[in-house]
């Protein structure tokens, strides 16, 4: 029997919080999931990429002839007398291939690899895209999942799919918190290397090669892709200058993709969506995700036909540009090549078992380089609301059912006994009762809701906010933290939780909601009660409230990493992107 506990006693719901191991038990890990090929829609249809593979080849061929016969036509021969390649107007490079731009080649190759592999695992966790807000299962326009079933509850959960670890980092099914401490991190060092590039390029003559001065480009590059298409190709000089071509695809690499790629990526964020306003608005999450596929796409482009021109306009040449920074005949550049790619194949092959043997090192190692930019995102205010239109039709479900008899009857009386306790470092320490919560001010609100695994969506909430109830119950001088214990477990037993900072329970979007799209909240949404932090991702808001603790500090609670999926699923603490 339990014994009774005095009211505003959080004791009893700190106990069933579990610890947990600090690497992947593959036997307590969610099982595989196979999914589909990547399938692209056009209008009602859905087309399998591979459909790519043979109309590609089929495409070159036809571009081989076409850009043979092109070259038989006086007018075309003229064009390409006219335009051989390289513009009039590209300056000479003097400096040939420094050190550091040859050092930087290798370190952004490096990097890419492992933002690359991460980022496909992070998309394989909500394995769909849209082009709007709300996520509405049938409207992405680009997937490598099957149609979400309707004869049963299918959460986001259900939905992740299972990647090799040669594929992603570090392969499995919904590892997206160690793959995000791989991405974020590795992002960190590619930027630097990046913005490092940019100022070395344009303090050096080396901006001349990747920057077109004149429209003059366009010709040149359309003379390069016939002189290359017919595989008669243009005169080679690389070593001071670049042909159109080359200047078009390595200027969009290099002054658009990448920072696309970034200005998306945090685009994704709660905390930055929310500020932003307007264009967080209008470039919504689901947009820039998708904008940062597409560059994605670009990158992937780009890299395999960099490397496929690398190796049929030049091995040799090519690799003592680049590797040993000499332009002659000789063998010197070739072995630093092989050696670099023997670098990057056995860190690839790496990555993934090390991941999931250290994947609490991992987590650590990602919070210490990454962790102080979330912190400073936490010092957004986000305050965005949408309106009654922006409502989505669709909000995916998420987590661990409530799965216990008592729970049950609760439901069936309509949550009569239901009570919210809340204690800790707090003068009143109480029990509410629903109909006591809802006596209390009400608050509505339309937000957008950021899931950790890609996915969002509109809905008005209303609820008691919680600076109502931290009015009535007091925090003490020393609370740092409020927890939120669920009455449901999490995935992996014990029970839910999650820690949030003071400050976001000050917030004014801050509410204990009991009622979505102006209907009592459902079960499988979080009823009785679910926390709104618009701040933070999804899985900081507990649904299915049992009790708020305030405390001091979080080390001594479960796996002591500040929640459950950050115990669990190796998110760790601040994750407000
Ligand atoms: N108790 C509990 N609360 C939880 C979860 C859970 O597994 N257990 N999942 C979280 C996650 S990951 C998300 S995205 C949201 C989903 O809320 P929704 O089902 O209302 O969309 O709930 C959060 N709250
Ligand atoms: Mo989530």
Same mark, same amino acid.
Do not use: C, I, N, R
């Given at each position: 029997m339990d014994k009774p506990t005095e009211p505003g006693s959080t004791d009893k719901f700190r106990a069933d919080l579990q610890s947990t191991d600090d690497r992947v038990r593959l036997n307590h890990w969610l099982p595989p999931r196979e999914g589909i090929l990547p399938h692209i829609r056009i209008g009602a249809r859905w087309f399998n990429v591979m459909w790519f593979l043979p109309i590609a080849a089929f495409g070159l061929m036809v571009a081989v002839a076409a850009a043979q016969a092109l070259r038989e036509l006086p007018s075309v021969q003229a064009f390409i007398e006219l335009h051989p390649g390289i513009a009039q107007s590209a300056p000479s490079? %003097?400096? #040939?291939?420094?050190w550091w731009l040859r050092l930087q080649h290798f370190v952004n190759m490096f990097f890419m690899m492992f933002i690359i592999r991460a980022g496909i695992q992070i998309l394989a966790d909500h394995p769909r895209l849209y082009w709007h807000r709300d996520c509405t299962p049938g409207t992405e326009w680009f997937r490598f999942q099957k149609d979400v079933p309707t004869d049963r509850i299918w959460t986001a959960k259900d939905d992740a799919v299972t990647l090799p670890g040669w594929l992603g980092i570090p392969g499995l099914r919904h590892t997206l918190g160690l793959s995000r401490w791989w991405h974020f991190s590795a992002n960190l060092l590619w930027t630097i290397n990046g913005i490092l590039f940019y100022v070395l390029l344009f303090a050096t003559d080396q901006w001349q090669r990747i920057v077109p001065l004149t429209s003059e480009v366009f010709p040149a590059a359309i003379s390069t892709a016939i002189q290359y298409a017919s595989l008669n190709f243009p005169v080679d000089e690389g070593w001071t200058r670049y042909n159109g071509l080359q200047q078009l695809t390595y200027f969009i690499t290099v002054f658009i993709a990448a920072p696309v790629s970034i200005i998306t990526g945090f685009m994704q964020g709660p905390a930055i969506s929310n500020r932003l306003g307007w264009l967080g608005r209008v470039l919504d999450r689901q947009k820039a995700r998708s904008i940062h596929f597409v560059s994605f796409l670009w990158f992937v482009f780009f890299i395999s036909a960099h490397g496929v021109m690398v190796f049929v306009t030049g091995l040799r040449q090519n690799t003592n540009h680049m590797f040993a920074g000499v332009d002659d005949e000789s063998w010197s550049g070739f072995p630093f090549f092989a050696m670099a790619m023997a670098v990057i194949v056995v860190a690839w092959l790496w990555v993934s078992p090390f991941t999931l043997r250290n994947a609490r090192l991992v987590q650590r190692t990602g919070q210490f380089m990454v962790g102080w930019i979330k912190g400073l995102i936490e010092w957004f205010d986000p305050r965005s609301q949408l309106t009654e239109k922006d409502i989505s039709p669709y909000l995916w479900p998420n987590g661990t059912m409530p799965n216990s008899s008592e729970f049950d009857s609760m439901v069936a009386e309509n949550f009569e006994s239901y009570r919210l306790t809340v204690g800790g470092l707090v003068e009143h320490a109480q029990d509410f009762s629903l109909q006591e919560i809802k006596a209390l001010p009400r608050q509505e609100q339309i937000t957008t809701h950021f899931c950790i695994q890609g996915w969002s969506g509109v809905a008005k909430w209303a609820g008691v906010p919680m600076r109502e109830i931290m009015t009535i119950v007091k925090p003490k001088q020393e609370a740092r933290y409020a927890v939120f214990y669920s009455i449901a477990e999490g995935g992996d037993g014990g029970r839910y939780y999650d820690v949030h900072k003071m400050d976001n329970m000050r917030h004014e979007l801050t509410i204990l909601a009991y009622a979505m799209n102006d209907t009592p909240l459902t079960v499988l949404h979080g009823a009785p009660l679910r926390l709104r932090c618009e701040n933070e991702l999804g899985f900081k808001m507990v649904k299915w409230i049992a009790a708020i603790e305030f405390v %001091?500090?979080?080390?001594?609670? /479960?796996? /002591?990493? #500040?929640g459950y999926n950050e115990d669990h699923e190796f998110y760790g603490y601040r994750m407000p992107i």
């Open positions: 490079v %003097e400096s #040939g291939f420094p %001091e500090d979080f080390k001594h609670l /479960g796996a /002591g990493q #500040g």
